[in-house]
Structure formats: C-alpha cells, structure tokens
C-alpha cells in the first residue's frame, strides 16, 4: 500500500535535502578551494624525471610545495603507487600507500611490497600543511624498474670477422609484428657507443650512449619507450657503433683498446600486445652486419663520415641489399654488471650561430661562434661526388690573428665530410665531440655562408638550478664562463678538458668544483653515477686513482687533494641536496681512502709519497727573486688528510656510526697536533709562507683557535705584497675568499675578485674568455700563449670562486643543521664596488632567491623562501626596519620578503 506523505512533510524532507545538497556543495567547494592554495610540482624518482630503469629496492620519492601563503610547512604525506594509471588516479588498485605525519618532501623511501623487476610503478601524492589546506593529488609520475641479470634474453653480437676495421659497423634485422602494439620497450648497450634506429626513426635524444662508465666493473643500458616506433606488420632495427671510450684512443701515449679491442651490441625489444600477449625482439645470431659512412671515429681525432657509402634504407623495412651483408658473431658475456643509469644522458642543448666568417693572416677561411663551447658543428653542403669538406676545431686564435691548434696536442679535432652527389646534404658528427670556438673549413664548395653552420653544445642533460648577476659586467661574464666550463666538462663524466688528447675525469678538479657546480646546475644525479666509479676504480689499498674512471694505468699513488674526492664529493652532496644515501653508499670506500692515508702515515703525520701539490700555483717566468708561491706538498697533505678525518667523523655521526665518529676524533686530534709540531713556528709562522698554506691551515682548522687571527692577518699581509693578487693553485683557489671572509677580511676578498690583472679571476675576462682557463695566464698580457703541452682555455677547477659569489655576495647558504636547504641561511656580504647582485637557486624544496641592492645609502634586500622550508636572515650592518626596529637577525618562514638596513663600511655607496 502506497503511503502519502503529508504535505508539510514533503516541505521539510525538500528542504533538508537542499540543505544537504547546499552543505556537501560547500564542503567541495571549500575543499577544493583549500587545494587550489597548495600545489605540488617537480615531482621526482631517485633525482630523475620518470626514469626508466630504476636499480634501487626502495626508490625515493620527491616532490615540491607550491603556494602563496606564508610560512607553509607540510604536516603530513599521502602517497600512493599502483601499477594501472588510469586506476590509480581514481585511487583503486593502490599496490602501496604510505601515510605519515612528517615534514620530509625529499628523498621519501618507497616502504612497500617488493617491486618487480622491469615493471612500471605509477604514483602520485598529496600533503596536508600546518594551515589546514589538503592539496590535491598531485599528476602521476613514474617509474620503471631495472632488469635482473636473468632479464636479459639478448645475446652480445660484433661483427662476423675480427674487429680490426677504423669504420663503424652496422647491424640490422627485420621483425614481423602479428598483432596491434599496445607498448614497447627497448633496452640497448654497447661495448662502444651506439646509435640506434627503428624503422628509420632515431631511438631517443641522447648521444654517447651507454655512456663513459668503469666498463670492466659496470657497464650501463638505456630503456626507451619505442611504442610509437613499432607498428603490426614488418618492423626493421638498425643500429650504428662507435669506438668511444671503450676501445678508440685514450689516456696517454696513444693507447687504444684499454676496454678491450671488440665491439658489440645487446638489444631487445620487450612488446606488449593490445590482447595482452607479449614478444620479445632481441640480438641473435639471425642479425646481420656490415660497415656504412662513418670511415673513421674517435674521441680525440674525430671523425670521417663518406656519404657516398651511405645505405639507403638500410634501417628501414625492405632494404634491397640485405642478401650482401654478412652474419655477426656472438660474444661471450663478460664479467662486467649491467646496470641501469642513475645520472643524466648526454643531450644537445643550445645552438650557436656563425657570427662571423673571415680570412686569416694565413689566408684560412675560419668560423667564429662566438663562445668556447663543447660539441660539434653542423653543416649544410652541396657539391660534386667526392668533395671533401675538413672541419678543424680551436678555442683561440694567435695574437697575429691566425687558427691555433698546437695546445690540442696530439688531438686532430677533425671532422671530415666526403659529399655524395650535387645535393643538398646536412652532416654531424656521430661518435666525437670536440672543444672549439673557432672552425676551420677546408675544401667547401661555393661560398660559405654564416647559415652554412650551426654550432651545437653538448652536455649532460643537467638542469639549470642557479642564476647570479650583479651589478659588474665583469663579474657577469666571470659567472657566464663558470657555467660553460662547466657545460663543456661535465659530458657524462667530470673531464678535465675537452679539447686536446686528454678529456680525463680528473678527481682534483671534480673535488674542487663540487660545490659550484651544485650551485649552478642540478648535479645530484651526474655525482651519483660517478661516485660509483670512483668506489669501482679504487685500489685494494684504499687509494684513489688519478682520474676516474682509471685510463692511466696501476699507480695507487694516491695524491692528496685529488684522492680525497672520495670523501669531499659525497659529503658535498649530501649537504646540497640532503642525500643520505650517497654517503650510505660510498662510506666503506671513504673509509679505505682514510685508512691508505693513516697507513702511509708516521706518528700521525702524512709525509710520504707523491703528491701534485697545489697545481699550478703562481710561478712567474723569472723567479730570481724567489716569488714562485711554493707549498710543501706534505703541508697540503697533512691539512687534506685532516679534512677527510673530519668528514668521516661528520657522515659517521650521520649514519649513526658514533663508534667510528669516536675513533677518528681521536685521530683528528692526533693528526692536527703533530702538523703543529712539524709545520708551524711558535710564534705561528708557517714554513711555507704562502697563500695557499694559510688558507689550508684555516679552512681545515689545523691551528690552535688562538694562532688563527695571526695566521689570517699574515694570508692578508701576503695578498698585500703582491698588489692584491692571488697566487693559489687549484688545491688553494677554491678556499682563499671563503677563509678571507670567515675571518673578517671580506674586503680582501672583494679586493681579489675585482682584480683585473694577471694572476686573477677577471683577467682572462679582459682578455675576451667565454670560459675559465686552465691556467691563469693562458694567454699572456703581450698575446703570446703559455705552454702549449698544457694549456687548456676549458677547464673548470678554477671557477671554484663560483662558490663562494653565492654564499657570500649573495649569501645563499643550506644550513649545515638540516642539509638540502631545509634550512637555509641567507647571509648576503657586500663589498667593493659592488651596488647590487641578486641570485636564485632551485634547491629540493623549491627556489631560493637573494637579491639586494644599495640605494640612497640603504642596503635593501629581498628575499623569497620555498614552501617547507625555513630560514635566518643575517643582514650585513646596523639595524633594519620591516615594521619594526629590529636586530640584524631574523628568522622567517616561507614566502618573500623585504629588509632594510644600514649600508656595511666599505661597500659601494
């Protein structure tokens, strides 16, 4: 029997479900209201964007808080991982949810099931914050596991004969696909370096693949996704290698094959059908080989590319002459580990222009670009078959004017391009990359035109984090030529240079430039990867070789300041961007490089064996007067073995290792002590009487608290003699401004930095560098060169100022209490004729930006701070007003902000 409801009833139940419709409507909107206040953006895996081949058991997870509100700190997480996107971001199908009240943004550990190898993990997250705003979920990201060793069904291949042959081999195979693709992906490596095709399309961006690793330890491959690559039907793969590293020239004395002397490729393919079904295409015996264009390549020398060997078609379905090539053969597997990458690939970035094109002296037609730059060159040509175009490579021209390439050495830096025919044809290089500024072009046909030419840097592809400008042209172009030198040595491993016959990964220049390079680009990931061939290259005695990874051979020497990479690097990283796992990972091998060094040590003082010293320190031509700025190599040994005590004893106490932070404070004591007794007098000279030894002694905090003040003043009074000018080397220069401004010298090192005149930073600058120069006169005063066997315009180590621009005139800093910029101590410090600089840095929580500027006799800074992170704010002098008189001390939360205050003595009015 149907019931009716009585007529005020229905009133009341209509109004009471509009007010519960009105109600839930207000709560959505409020919700949603409170989640468009908070974003969360720059959501990583591991240091990576999405990477795909993720070897860790429980990956770490970070992300950024975007919002307007200040003072903003997260109270909670919710993360959520599955393996079906679509599912996921309507919450179903969670593989792992992790909640927890905690601030922590970065580096959060996955603390689930297992995962599964080759798999793709999806996730995404949310946060609430300490204002009662809920975000909403963030975009779902990814990441893809890496294969086991039992993964890999793919068989190594070379080719079918001994692989004796300057050309690069080509390998192809035709695959029939049955069925629609759903997805796909490829993992690729090589013994050399690769290049590979599908049905005709390039696989990736990235060059130099699988990368410069400690090949007989490690070996990297690549994941791309190739989905869109592969279609139902017939499907053809082509790959292209080169000699690289592994077995063209390297290191010294023209050596070749230091890997070994074959070249192969392993391949597959792992397809995922629209029904679900799977198959797999990989390397086999079923492939075939034979040689094409590139006659010759090498990183040093270059590389010859024939168009007229080229093979139409070759990596695409129904190539005609797949009968004439011939069969590969199968490798053996080696020792080495295959593993997935955990740094950047190398990548093409800015492009460059001719600016312009001219006649030497000499009467060479020569290209000028306009900066000091690492990569190659494009070219666009038409001609006759059998032209040939020669493409020579330089940083700098002589004083007269004319193409200079004897600091190259032994290094040809040479592309040569052989034309096909009367047709337009573009060409770059494959498997080289050289350090130029300047092209020399020979035999071009017509008339070389600027839009002819492109040059091309390449580097790995590192994010930019930092920008620094200041009122200084100058100092502006100074920052410009660290961050090239930068760009141009950091090409999957930390080189040296990368121009001539060398392109090493020296260990004392990547220790040197650490931090800097922290500052300007995002090198989480780049250490990472090669941190792990410095533990894999050292010695069973615990030291370290001298460039990594090791080319030069068995010296387990073990130079002081160049061996301590393995601590310094670790521990910078973990303080620029709050990795603990990085130290977790290197300590045993910090520990065997501390322990080499006590090993060799008498009575707790390091005074044996060979040592570089401070590199290329002040040594002028004429040195009757005995002004060469000499240091006792075991001097720096005793202070360099005394930081790395100190950092053990620092990372012990953060992995919770008391024990061992115990141990070696007893040993630091000890080691200070006896470096007292055998270096300094009691009146607190040092014997060594040179800049380099009084910064040593006072950044590593080798004197007695009391002796300190005296020894800074005898530094100051040191720089005075030589008319305000440096003398330090590459194991001095990265610490002389940071002691000067520790112990109140600041304007000394203003003083420094602004110097014009050789030696100095800004010299090289005057004299029209685009990057920082190995040595500080590398072109002197009259134009003449220094010593063309080592005499390099890219080389980054002393950019190590770069440093030092940021944590002081800037006065950017992470606190040491909460690595990563969780805190961050913005401490800006004015000097000499210096009216304004203002700086940002992407940090793990989000930018940090200092800008200050001195108007009317006011120092007025602002100030912007990341969401969950805090900050002090020292100001330079006086007291300063935001709303209030204060103290020159203020301790804010995020958001941006505005200080005045009494301009500080000696700055520029």
């Not at 229905?10 to 949603?32: D, E, G, M, P």
């Not at 890997?259 to 679900?276: C, H, I, P, S």
């Not at 001719?354 to 306009?370: N, R, S, Y």
């Not at 063309?788 to 209490?817: E, F, K, L, Q, V």
Request: hydrophobic share 35%; aromatic share 12%.
């Amino acid at each position: 029997m149907n019931r009716i409801l009585p007529h005020s009833t229905q009133r009341l139940l209509q109004v009471s479900v509009l007010a519960a419709l009105l109600i839930v409507n207000f709560i959505a909107f409020t919700q949603n209201a409170a989640a468009q206040k908070i974003k969360l953006t720059g959501l990583q895996v591991e240091h990576q964007d999405n990477p795909m081949s993720v070897d860790a058991s429980a990956p770490r997870m970070s992300w950024k808080i975007s919002t307007a509100i200040k003072n903003t700190v997260q109270t909670s997480y919710e993360i959520r991982v599955g393996t079906d996107q679509a599912a996921l971001s309507s919450g179903k199908k969670i593989f792992w949810k992790g909640n927890k009240n905690s601030e922590q943004s970065v580096l959060v550990a996955y603390d689930g099931p297992e995962l599964q190898s080759k798999t793709r993990y999806y996730w995404q997250v949310r946060i609430k914050d300490n204002h009662g705003n809920t975000s909403a979920w963030s975009q779902v990201q990814y990441w893809q596991t890496g294969l086991k060793p039992t993964d890999w069904t793919a068989k190594w291949i070379t080719v079918g004969t001994t692989d004796t042959s300057a050309k690069s081999p080509l390998f192809r195979k035709e695959f029939n696909l049955k069925k629609q693709v759903k997805s796909a992906l490829a993992y690729i490596t090589a013994k050399g370096l690769y290049e590979a095709n599908i049905n005709g399309k390039r696989v990736g961006d990235s060059y130099f693949a699988p990368g410069w690793t400690s090949y007989k330890k490690h070996l990297q491959y690549q994941v791309y996704d190739v989905t869109g690559y592969l279609t139902a039907g017939n499907n053809a793969i082509g790959v292209t290698l080169g000699n690289g590293w592994y077995k063209g020239r390297i290191g010294f004395g023209h050596q070749r094959n230091f890997y070994g002397d074959t070249r192969g490729l392993l391949m597959q393919v792992e397809v995922v059908y629209t029904d679900g079904s799977k198959e797999t295409l990989q390397t086999d015996e079923n492939w075939k080989t034979a040689y094409g264009p590139i006659v010759f390549s090498d990183i040093y020398d270059g590389e010859i590319y024939d168009a007229r060997l080229e093979k139409a078609g070759w990596n695409s379905v129904g190539y005609a002459e797949d009968a004439e090539w011939k069969a590969v053969r199968i490798l053996e597997k080696g020792t080495e580990q295959l593993v997935g990458m955990s740094g950047p690939e190398v990548k093409k970035h800015e492009e460059f222009k001719a600016l312009k094109i001219f006649k030497t002296p000499k009467g060479e037609t020569v290209v000028d670009f306009g900066q000091n730059l690492v990569g190659w060159v494009m070219l666009k040509a038409k001609g006759s078959a059998g032209t040939k175009i020669t493409l020579s490579h330089a940083e700098v021209l002589t004083k007269e004017g004319n193409f200079y390439t004897v600091n190259l050495r032994s290094a040809k830096a040479q592309d040569v391009y052989i034309l096909k025919g009367d047709t337009d044809q573009v060409f770059e290089p494959h498997f080289t990359f050289q350090g130029f500024r300047y092209v020399q072009v020979e035999g071009y046909p017509g008339e070389l035109k600027p839009e002819d030419l492109t040059a091309v840097a390449v580097y790995s592809d590192m994010k930019a984090t930092g920008k620094f400008t200041t009122s200084n042209p100058l100092l502006n172009q100074l920052q410009h030529n660290i961050q090239w030198g930068q760009k141009g040595n950091f090409v999957d491993v930390p080189t040296d240079c990368p121009q001539r016959d060398e392109r090493l990964g020296w260990t004392g220049d990547a220790q040197a430039f650490a931090n800097t390079a922290a500052y300007n680009m995002d090198v989480s990931g780049f250490f990472t990867k090669w941190m792990k061939d410095v533990k894999a290259d050292q010695h069973k005695n615990g030291s370290i070789p001298f460039v990594v990874p090791d080319v030069l051979g068995p010296n387990d020497a073990g130079a002081t300041g160049w061996a301590d990479v393995g601590t310094i690097i670790p521990w910078s990283m973990y303080q620029a961007y709050g990795d603990k796992r990085i130290l977790e990972a290197q300590f045993d091998s910090m520990t065997a490089w501390v322990e080499f060094m006590t090993s060799k040590s008498k009575n707790n003082l390091w005074n044996t064996g060979f040592h570089f010293g401070d590199w290329l320190f002040y040594r002028p031509d004429d040195d009757n007067d005995g002004r060469a700025a000499v240091t006792d190599k075991y001097m720096i040994a005793q202070c360099f073995y005394a930081n790395s005590v100190q950092i053990m004893i620092d990372a012990a106490k953060v992995l919770g290792k008391n024990d061992i932070a115990d141990k070696y404070s007893k040993l630091l004591t000890d080691i200070k002590t006896a470096y007292v007794k055998e270096y300094m007098t009691p009146g607190g000279r040092l014997i060594s009487s040179t800049q380099t030894a009084y910064v040593l002694a006072l950044q590593f905090d080798m004197l007695p608290e009391s002796m300190r003040n005296q020894a800074a003043d005898r530094l100051v009074e040191n720089i005075r003699s030589y008319g305000n000018h440096l003398t330090t080397g590459f194991l001095g220069t990265p610490y002389l401004c940071h002691v000067l401004t520790r112990f109140a010298h600041n304007e000394v090192a203003y003083d420094l930095l602004m110097q014009e005149s050789y030696p100095s930073w800004l010299y090289p600058v005057k004299m029209g560098a685009t990057t920082i120069w190995e040595r500080w006169d590398g072109i002197k005063p009259n134009g003449s060169f220094q010593t063309p066997d080592m005499n390099s315009y890219n080389h980054y180590a002393y950019g190590a100022i770069g440093d030092w621009m940021y944590r002081n005139m800037a006065g950017i800093n992470s606190d040491p209490s909460a690595p990563g910029y969780k805190k961050i101590i913005i401490a800006p410090k004015p000097g000499r004729k210096i009216s304004s600089v203002s700086a940002e840095l992407s940090t793990p929580y989000g930018p940090v930006r200092s800008s200050w500027k001195i108007e009317n006799g006011v120092f007025k800074l602002d100030v912007v701070i990341p969401a969950n992170a805090t900050a002090t704010v020292i100001l330079p002098g006086g007291a300063f007003k935001d709303g209030e008189q204060l103290t020159n001390k203020s301790e804010i939360g995020s958001g941006s902000y505005h200080f005045e205050c009494n301009v500080p003595e000696g700055s520029a009015k």
